[in-house]
Each structure stands twice: as structure tokens, then as C-alpha cells.
């Protein structure tokens, strides 16, 4: 996060209180409120773009083809004279679920076979072990690329191919929290006061163990959303009538040496959507780790 | 981690923590090596069964596509589902072998990958390794040139940058986040926009000699040099802590020979125990540069494959990468057992 110059407070106060109120607004995480302002907008856009816009996604105006941006198109047009901006906003919604679905299938994936491998009985958690492993040894979007030749490009082979893809790193990482939690004194002492194993299971070590999980679910969605960008600008994702911000980046391709916008907004939205994820994720993970020491 | 003065060189670059080998490590020479042998060897029976494993999920890869597999192949080849006559099957099936039991077949895959026959293409009606041979290079190339520039990068930078009081720091480990997060699609086309159109230092296109290599492996090495930055960083900042350098400052040194000589020695070996996943990242993320800037090698194949649902070509590929992302790997692995003077210990 960057450390922004002391704003100036208001003219009200004495010196020395108006010097310790800039000091303490100099020290907020000023990078997490504008992660979280924008994440608002997008909630806003995903549910109801027409809040946010002027112009129909669709409206063809070919008398305004191609036009950089301007106060009436603020991200410039497409080659029909369609407005950015306006597709951007109502490609939020698809692609937002996009990337939520593709963490939440990576997440809870990852989730049970990190589980087995950290608590099943020996036979199953060993081999769950080695499966994870042998999944780790494809890169995630190579191990993507694979599901989609076998299905097809859609956009749910796009979520389970994104998804299933990131999920060994997350069920390795789920693992290690568990087992942590499991060689921990507070589950010693439950084993020692005779505490069944599904109850020392479900009372102490998951919630101890998946108290990260929500911060590694922010991280994820960040990362899912630009993996499955990527499939689209590969063209092995959602297609290219659809205003999924990947999908928008392909499109605008073809005329990459006429109208830069089409290629550099939709990759900025993405960029931010991923850095806005990846600090609120961030944040939520120091302030868990503090909150357990 | 405990940090003495570098003196003795060569462990020095890449030993973690020279400083806690026990006093009298010398009688202890032979259960040593055979300690080392038998970590060796550990790792190496890992990675054969990782590898075998990988070799299993790719073959029953290519058993998952929907239908009876004659049928789909024939349709994948003419690009349209339609019935397909016994004849033609038979065909088909005798090419491929697939009128044999699957525990055959997965004998007969495992045998082939070993002598290194990745099957034929259900399009080109050649066989995988030839198409992959002939694209290999040109992606090696991209991947290597990657590595050297994010090395380059990456030093440049966390040299400059770290240690150098919060606002600087601030600055440098901002720096590393974002670049290690800039999707590659969005990157490359930014460095084409700007290098490629703008300034027309390089070639927009196919630019198949040094020049056309430059955008393409910075696409690759920028989010690279942010990702071993973070970690470079970091122990960066805590070797400047350390009492060597504060010797060494002592002794009159410079803040810039202090950084040169002594710390960056001890700061990047994180960077290089990440070498294998590098090659991983930069192999894949080859599928997305090599789209973007239009040049040939196993990425562009790869992408065609995955299109045409020309499932051994796409199976080959992605096994080829599994497995030089494992040996990668286990060659660090090695290394590093090798020189970690801990294991006297353990």
C-alpha cells in the first residue's frame, strides 16, 4: 500500500490535534478503502448496470465507429459504434460470476482433498497426498487448457477449467493449515480430556484451520478473474458477442493498431478488479493472523 | 537463519545457513554423503512416481472425451458430428490400437512416453513428438531469454530499492506486487502498443530473429522479476541486518560493494530455489505471449490443439511441460540437499 502524503484536516482544530488526526489518516490503509469502494461499484454494476449507464450494450451506431475516448464515450467505442464503457459495465455481471464460481470450485475443491490428505484414514490421505502432487506438476493454465480441449470452451468448462486448475495449490496450502492446527497444544489437550475425534475435528481443528480460507476465497477470485480472462483472450473461453472483460480484450485485437482503448481498458479493469482482490485478501489475511496471536 | 561473513565462496552464493554446521564436521564426513545419497534417492523415487502419476491422469485424459473415441476422432478431423460407418471405425480403431483392452492401451502409452512416443495427431496424421519437436526451440528460446531478463530485472531493482528507508521501500515492494500480478495478455499488448506501434523500436509481429525476441520475453520477465522480487526482497532486508555486514562496513566497505558483494549473495537464494517453477511459469505462460505476438512454438500449437479438441497433441504438450517442471524441480532439490550443510545435523 502506498504511504500517501499527510492530507490537510480541517481548520477547526488546534495544531497539535489536527497534527495527530493527519498522522493517524496518513497511517489508514487508504489502499484497502479504495479496494473496497471499487468492489462496491463492481457489486453495483454486476447487479444493476443500467445505475451506471446511458447507452444500451448493444446499440449499434456506426456513425461513431471506432472513436477514442471523449466526455459522450468515456472508454471510446467498437468498431459497430457500440460504447465501451456501457459493454464493460454490463460484462461485470458474467464476468464477476465468472470468477466467483471458478474460486468457489477451486476453494471447495481444494478443500475436501486438502481435508482427506491432513485427516482421512492413512491409505485414502496418502494417496489424496500424491494425487495433489501429481496435479501440482501441471501448471494451472496448462491443467485448464486440458479440461477444455476434453469439454469444449463454454463458460462453465471455463469455471470448473479455472477452477479445478488453481485447486492443488489451494489443497496444498489447506492441508499444512490443518495439520498445523492437528499437532497443536489446544487439540493435545482435548485428545488428552477424551473428546471424540469428529468432535476435536469439527470444534477445533477446522475452524482453526479454515479461519484463512476466507482471505485465500478473496485472493482466488482476483486470480480466477484473470485466469479466465486469459481463456477468453485465447479464445478457448466465453465468446466474443458476450461483454466478459477477456472476451471484450479479443475482440478489440483485431483492431489493435486503430483504437488502443479497445485493448487497454477492458486489461485495466481487469488489472484493477485482480489488484483490489488481491489487497482486500491480503488485509483480511494479517488481520486473521493477528487476531490469532 | 543464522548469517556468517561469506568467506568460504562457493557455499557462501548458495548455502542458506553456513553458520550452523557443528564443530567437528570433518570425522562425520562418511554419514554425510550417505545421508545425502539417501535424500537423493528419495526424491528422486518422488518424483518418478509424480511423474508417473502425471503420465496416468494425461492418458486417461484422452479416454474422457465424450462418446465412442472412433467417432470422435473421425468428427474431430471433419469438423462436424455426424454417423460414422463400421468401416471407417475399424479403421480407426486399428490405427490408434483402440480395439484393445484400456489396461493395454495405458501399458502401451506408458511404454511409448518412455522411449518417447507421445502417439499421433488426430489431425496432422503425424506423430506428436515431430510437432513438437519442430516448435520446441523457438519456445525454449522465449522461455530461457525470460529467465535472464526477469534475473537481470529483478536484481536491478531489489539492489536499488530495498533497504533504502520505508518510502523507497514502500515503493520498490509496490513495485514487485503489481508487476508480479500484470496478467501477461494485458502486458504483452501494452509493450506492443508502446515498443511495437508507438516507438517502433521492434517488430509488431512474427519478428522471428533477436529483435522479434525482446517484447515477448519482457511480457514473460516483468511479472517473473515482480514474483522473485518479493521473496529476494525480503531476505535482502533481513541480510543487511546481519553482524557481516555491519563488519564489512566496519572495514570501510561501500554501501554499494556491501549490497554487491555480500548481501545480494544471500538474498537470492530464494529466487533460486523458485528456478523450476520459473521454467513451469514461463513455458505456460509461452501459450499467451506467443498468441499475442504471433510467433510460432509449442504455446501456438498448443492453442491450435486445444481448438481442434486434438487431444494427444494437447496431452503431449502439457505432459512435456509436467515433466520438465518435475525434473526442474528435483535438479534444485538436489542442489540444494547437496550443499545444505543442516543435514550434518539432522
Excluded: C
Excluded at chain 1, 484536516?9 to 488546534?14: E, F, K, Y
Excluded at chain 1, 448493444?58 to 464503457?85: C, Q, V
Excluded at chain 2, 481448438?307 to 502439457?318: K, T
Amino acid at each position: 500500500m502506498t504511504a500517501l502524503g499527510s492530507p490537510s484536516v480541517g481548520s477547526g482544530t488546534r495544531p497539535s490535534r489536527a497534527g495527530a488526526a493527519a498522522a493517524s489518516l496518513a497511517r489508514r490503509p487508504w489502499g484497502l478503502y479504495v479496494a473496497v469502494a471499487f468492489a462496491l461499484l463492481l457489486a453495483v454494476a454486476a447487479f444493476a448496470p443500467q445505475a451506471l449507464t446511458v447507452h444500451a450494450p448493444t446499440a449499434i451506431d456506426y456513425g461513431a465507429a471506432l472513436k477514442p475516448p471523449s466526455f459522450a464515450h468515456w472508454f471510446g467505442t467498437d468498431e459497430s459504434g457500440r460504447d465501451l464503457y456501457t459493454r464493460v459495465v454490463w460484462g461485470a455481471r458474467e464476468s464477476l460470476l465468472i470468477g466467483l464460481g471458478a474460486a468457489a470450485v477451486g476453494v471447495i475443491t481444494a478443500l475436501i482433498l486438502g481435508s482427506i490428505a491432513a485427516l482421512g484414514p492413512k491409505p485414502a490421505a496418502v494417496v489424496v497426498d500424491r494425487f495433489v502432487e501429481v496435479m501440482f506438476a501441471f501448471p494451472a493454465l496448462l491443467l485448464a487448457l486440458l479440461l477444455i480441449a476434453i469439454a469444449g470452451p463454454s463458460a462453465a468448462t471455463e469455471i470448473f477449467a479455472v477452477g479445478l486448475g488453481t485447486a492443488p495449490g489451494y489443497a496444498r496450502m489447506i492441508r499444512g493449515q490443518i495439520l498445523g492446527a492437528k499437532n497443536s497444544g489446544y487439540v493435545e489437550a482435548a485428545t488428552a480430556l477424551g473428546h471424540s475425534r469428529w468432535r476435536i475435528i469439527r470444534a477445533h481443528i477446522l475452524p482453526n484451520a479454515l479461519r484463512p480460507l476466507v482471505a485465500v476465497f478473496a485472493l482466488s477470485v482476483g486470480q480466477s478473474i484473470v485466469w479466465a480472462s486469459s481463456l477468453s483472450f485465447l479464445g478457448l473461453g466465453v465468446a466474443p458477442p458476450s461483454s466478459e472483460w477477456g472476451a471484450l480484450l479479443d475482440a478489440g485485437r483485431a483492431y489493435i493498431t486503430q483504437a488502443w482503448w479497445l485493448v487497454v481498458v477492458p486489461g485495466l479493469v481487469i488489472v484493477a478488479v485482480a489488484l483490489a482482490a488481491t489487497t482486500i485478501g491480503r488485509h483480511l489475511q494479517t488481520r486473521l493472523e493477528k487476531g490469532e496471536r | 537463519m543464522t548469517h556468517t561473513s561469506p568467506s568460504s565462496e562457493t557455499v557462501a552464493v548458495s548455502a542458506p545457513a553456513p553458520g550452523s554446521a557443528p564443530i567437528g564436521a570433518e570425522p562425520r564426513r562418511p554419514r554425510r554423503t550417505r545421508r545425502v545419497l539417501l535424500t537423493i534417492g528419495r526424491k528422486v523415487v518422488s518424483a518418478v512416481i509424480v511423474l508417473w502419476g502425471a503420465a496416468t491422469v494425461a492418458f486417461f485424459a484422452q479416454l474422457a472425451l465424450p462418446g465412442d473415441r472412433a467417432t470422435a476422432i473421425l468428427n474431430i478431423r471433419a469438423g462436424q458430428a455426424q454417423q460414422r460407418t463400421p468401416a471407417e471405425l475399424a479403421q480407426i480403431n486399428e490405427q490408434y490400437g483402440l480395439h484393445r483392452p484400456v489396461i493395454v492401451q495405458y501399458f502401451d502409452y506408458l511404454r511409448g512416453l518412455v522411449v518417447g512416443d507421445f502417439g499421433s495427431s488426430y489431425q496432422q496424421y503425424r506423430p506428436v513428438t515431430a510437432i513438437i519437436g519442430e516448435q520446441l526451440g523457438a519456445t525454449v528460446t522465449l522461455s530461457l531469454t525470460a529467465i535472464v531478463f526477469a534475473w537481470v530485472l529483478m536484481i536491478v531493482w531489489v539492489t536499488i530499492t530495498a533497504g533504502r528507508g520505508p518510502r523507497v521501500g514502500a515503493l520498490g515492494s509496490t513495485v514487485d506486487v503489481v508487476a508480479a500480478g500484470l496478467p501477461a495478455y494485458w502486458l504483452g499488448i501494452i509493450l506492443l502498443l508502446v515498443f511495437g506501434l508507438g516507438l517502433r523500436w521492434f517488430p509488431i509481429i512474427g519478428g522471428t530473429g533477436v529483435n522479434g525476441l525482446i517484447l515477448p520475453a519482457l511480457t514473460l520477465a516483468i511479472p517473473l522479476a515482480g514474483f522473485m522480487a518479493q521473496s529476494t526482497r525480503a531476505e535482502f532486508e533481513r541480510a543487511l541486518e546481519q553482524p557481516f555486514v555491519l563488519s564489512a562496513r566496519m572495514r570501510g566497505m561501500g554501501e554499494w560493494g556491501i549490497r554487491l558483494r555480500h548481501v545480494l549473495r544471500h538474498a537470492v537464494i530464494p529466487a533460486i530455489t523458485l528456478s523450476g517453477w520459473a521454467l513451469g511459469a514461463t513455458l505456460s505462460g509461452a501459450v499467451i505471449v506467443e498468441s499475442i505476438f504471433s510467433r510460432p512454438g509449442i504455446g501456438s500449437v498448443l492453442v491450435g490443439a486445444v481448438n481442434n479438441q486434438d487431444l494427444p497433441v494437447v496431452v503431449g504438450i502439457v505432459t512435456l511441460v509436467a515433466v520438465v517442471y518435475v525434473v526442474a524441480n528435483l535438479l534444485v532439490d538436489i542442489v540444494y540437499t547437496i550443499i545444505d550443510p543442516r543435514l550434518d545435523l539432522s
